[in-house]
């Protein structure tokens, strides 16, 4: 194929890594319905919340450009100190929501 540019390296990792999200979305969709028939349980696990914020940014940033919008994260000091859980298949590591509101909690 030859030599690729920076510009097309840096999209073939946003197309990996899209590739890999959307995997994790398809995994978490048949694990949901895998605990609602109550054949898997569910379990709490400690979040971290920004990298969780940069990594749903990351996913969507390309298209906001194309659009001419730009996407930055601000979070509060507290934030940090907060103790973020989010509950997750007890057999699999999946991917939380980006929202936290949806499926995590925070446990001050």
Same mark, same amino acid.
Request: glycine share 4%; hydrophobic share 40%.
């Given at each position: 194929m030859g030599q690729m540019s920076e510009t097309q390296h840096d999209y073939i990792g946003d197309i990996f890594t899209s590739g890999q999200h959307l995997l #994790? @979305?398809?995994n978490d969709i048949l694990d949901l #319905? $895998? !605990?609602?028939?109550?054949?898997?349980t569910l %379990? =709490?696990?400690a979040v971290d919340l920004k990298s @969780? =914020? @940069? #990594?749903?940014l990351s996913i !969507? $940033?390309? $298209? +906001?450009a194309a659009q001419?919008?730009? *996407?930055q994260t601000e &979070? %509060?000091?507290? *934030?940090? #100190?907060?103790?973020?859980?989010? +509950?997750r298949p007890s057999r699999s590591?999946? &991917?939380c929501c980006p929202m936290p509101s949806i499926q995590c909690n925070a446990a001050t």
């Open positions: #994790s @979305l398809i #319905s $895998k !605990v609602e028939a109550g054949m898997m %379990d =709490l696990e @969780l =914020l @940069l #990594s749903s !969507v $940033k390309e $298209k +906001a001419r919008i730009r *996407l &979070t %509060d000091e507290g *934030l940090d #100190s907060c103790n973020w859980t989010c +509950a590591s999946i &991917t």
